[in-house]
Every structure is written in structure tokens, then in C-alpha cells.
């Protein structure tokens, strides 16, 4: 098997979460600043180090505020999540040929909860890393790197998938195959070629591909 462990990232990759983090995004800065946000701004920051991070972009005097009124509008949203279409069955395929699977994400573990809530399949996951498991974060490999220690892996063996520049410097940085996804809505194509990934997939049998079949090598 070419890879054996798949990880993923979580937003705007396994599930439909780009429209809900930009309307909260915008009511956060509406709410705190009076001003709307510039969306070019806070679509590059998507998939990066994480809230505090992007909230210290839009204004670093009101950092608390700003988590504060983005985390009030956000989290009740998780209840309209959607995976992209195919997502799951491809993880039901990986996961049958034996493949372990995990979640590598910028978010805090309970907000990954939510969106485990509402689409439990999720939960079969072998390894989740959130916000709280490392000090350094996307682009940096130490998310990428902790998973593979936790599964026991080499980076050889496995493949990180996601949607945005950071996703693929991370994956490229740690060693592992580097798939960025097209279908994520956040990022476009040409962002994400610029970063070189091993592959560019716009559909999950793409995806499947890029992953290698079981016993090849």
C-alpha cells in the first residue's frame, strides 16, 4: 500500500465549512469594529495558525473580543455542516482497505467536536490533532509530525490532504505526499499550485488516486 496513513485537514477539505467561517469572520468585525473585513484578507488567512492568529490581523488591540463574537456566531452554525459530497464514502474505502485515517486541524478540539456531532463519521478517525496539541501550527510540520508519532508512522508512508497553502507547506515540510483539494471554495487553484503540491485533486476519485492503490508501491 503506497499510504498507508491519510491525514486530513478538516476545513473546507472533509467538510463544507468555508461559508460559515467567513459570515462569522465578517460579523465579528462588524460587531466589534464597525467595519466589514476584507474578504481577500481573511480568505488568504484560512487554513493558517489558527483564530488568534487571524483576529490579531484584523485588529491587534481587540484580539479577545474578536475570538469572543466569531466563536458566538460560529459555533452554532456547526449544526448546518455538510461533508463534501463523496467524502465519506472515500474514508469507508480507505478505511476498509486498512488504511489509518486522521484529522489534522488549526481548530480547538471542541470545536472539531461539533463538527464530530453533527457528522458522526468523523469519530472513526485514528488519530485527531487539534489547536492544543502542539505550540507551533500550520505552516509548520509539528501538527503533521505529532499525528504520525501518535499512529506510530514514518512520513514516508503517509499523505496529508487539504485546501489551503498552508496545508500543503505543512505536508511538504514534514515529509509526507502533499494533495490539495480544489473543491474547498476558499482557496483558488493558482494559490495552491504556487505552493507545489504532489497533486491537485478536484474530485474524491482524484483524491483516491493520488493516494495510491493497496499494494502498490
Known sequence: MRRPVV???LDGTLIDSGPIILASMKHASLT?????????LVRSAIGGPG???QMRDLDPDRVDELVDAYRAHNEPLHAELEAFPG???????L????????IVTAKRLRTVGLAIDRIPELAKMNVVIGAEDTERHKPEPDPVL???RRLRAEPAEAAYVGDSPFDIRA???AGVLAV???WGGIHPDERLLREEPDALVHTTEELYAALGEPGTT
Do not use: H, M, W
Open 32 to 40: 466589534v469594529l464597525g467595519r466589514e473585513p476584507d474578504e481577500e
Open 7 to 9: 491525514l486530513f485537514d
Open 95 to 102: 478505511r476498509g482497505e486498512g488504511r489509518r485515517l486522521g
Open 51 to 53: 483564530l488568534i492568529a
Open 87 to 93: 467524502v465519506l464514502d472515500l474514508l469507508d474505502v
Open 180 to 182: 490539495a483539494v480544489g
Open 146 to 148: 505529532e499525528a504520525l
Open 171 to 173: 505536508a511538504k515540510a
